[in-house]
């Protein structure tokens, strides 16, 4: 299984970035699938989750209203959408997915599988 994460970049406070995550050799749409971030000197922490056919997802509460997941079953692809991004938002985005969650309902102690990662940074 492998979950290739894309999109990262640099970007000044205030705009928009989006990070997206293929998965190869997973049954995608069995998983509930989700991202977290990692900022230097800090433990990774959740962003989002979405649920296998979408219709749910959850949110840091930081994020609530600046951030929207999704995801294209047919695509393997989830994604990340960041508007309005903040310098505190600057840290290294991890997508993951988990087999046995319920709605999208995420834990870190949980999660199958991970991607590599992408790099945020946000200027201010």
């Known amino acids: 299984v492998q979950l290739q994460a894309s999109g990262g970049g640099s970007v000044q406070a205030g705009g928009s970035l989006r990070v997206s995550c293929t998965a190869s050799?997973?049954?995608?749409?069995?998983?509930?699938l989700g991202w977290f971030r990692q900022a230097p000197g800090k433990e990774r922490e959740f962003v989002a989750s979405i649920s296998r056919m979408g219709g749910v997802t959850e949110y840091k509460v930081s994020v609530k209203g600046r951030f929207t997941i999704s995801r294209d079953n047919a695509e393997n692809t989830v994604y990340l959408q960041m508007n309005s991004l903040k310098p505190e938002d600057t840290a290294v985005y991890f997508c993951?997915?988990?087999?046995?969650?319920?709605?999208?309902?995420?834990?870190?102690?949980?999660?199958?599988?991970w991607g590599q990662g992408t790099q945020v940074t946000v200027s201010s």
């Open positions: 993951a997915a988990d087999l046995g969650a319920l709605g999208a309902t995420m834990s870190m102690r949980a999660i199958d599988y």
């Open positions: 050799g997973l049954t995608f749409s069995r998983s509930v």
